[in-house]
């Protein structure tokens, strides 16, 4: 069994040291329990947070502990009585070959999934937080003005599809021009722009020329800074993520905006609210797939993976996808079907 450990907390953006490959042998089930034999892992942003030791939503890693994350896994061995060997199942393993459960937090995926994996993507936690933050938050109403960071990743691209499916004017924001060009052409946002660009702030402006009634904030940075001035009376900012300064040491340098940040809130009674996706709406679930799982069978939403070969090239993964190297949702392929 194979398993990467938190090795040291990073300063600044993780490098390969702070991860430690450790081996061991793999572990017996007991009565009531499965051992898991994990298919696919997913990388997301979060991960770098629970590598840090500041206060959060959640408890940090410890330090010689598995890294966390979300698991497509096979039923390897079951006494359990709701699995058997074989079973596809989502579960919270973490970056490892394999792991044991009392089957608590598992769902399972039915006898043959067509695309397993994508229970890490569209029709699983990143597909549920562009779902609740843009229809609960966001409320998006036809006509109106809808812009996205982080366009093309699987949160990013999943809210501005819904936003085209509720009748708005979708701008995405992506780092380069291919992305920016997927985001257009297969995603059918209405513009994309480079965010990297010079005069990305005069480009925004442009592409919004009645404003921004909705903006899905996945990034922070310099993008919030050009977005701010195209806010509308009454707009929505769900605070999702601001994965430009998850590696930040440090405020950024420059004057202190922050009285320009609540006067524009309060002249132009804009709504901002943060939330996270478990703890604030676990409970709708069932309502996403509802209508995820159509539309996504239905081919009006899109979705594009990322897929890393083996387990080794994780902590690799996760720094590259933090600086945005990544197109499309990241898995990393641990073990074959
Ligand atoms: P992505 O696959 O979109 O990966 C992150 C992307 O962020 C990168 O690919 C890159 O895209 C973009 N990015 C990185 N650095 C910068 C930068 N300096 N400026 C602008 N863009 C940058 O990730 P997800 O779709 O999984 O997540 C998107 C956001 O949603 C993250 O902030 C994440 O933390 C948040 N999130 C929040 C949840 C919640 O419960 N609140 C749950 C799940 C995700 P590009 O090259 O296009 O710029």
Known sequence: NRRWVLASRPEGAPV???????RGPVPEPGQGEVLLRTVWLSLDPYMRGRMSDAPSYA???QLGEPMPGGTVCRVVTSHHPDYQA???????SGWQDYQLSDGSG????????SHPSWALGVLGMPGFTAYMGLLDIGQPKAGETLVVAAATGPVGATVGQIGKLKGCRVVGVAGGEEKCRYAVETLGFDQCLDHRAPDFAEQLAKACPQGIDIYYENVGGKVFDAVLPLLNTSARVP?????????ATQLPPGPDRLALLMGTILKKRIRMQGFIIGQDYGHRIDEFRRDMIPWVQ???IHYREMVIEGLEQAPQGLIDLLEGKNFGKVV?????D
């Open 86 to 92: 074989g079973d596809w199942v989502l579960s919270y």
């Open 16 to 22: 390969a040291g702070n991860f430690r490959l450790e």
């Open 106 to 113: 598992l769902v399972g995926l039915g006898d043959n999934p």
């Open 239 to 247: 605070v999702c993520g601001l994965v430009s300064g998850y590696n």
């Open 298 to 300: 239905q081919g009006k």
């Open 59 to 61: 408890p940090p890693v």
């Open 332 to 336: 990393v392929r641990v073990g074959a």
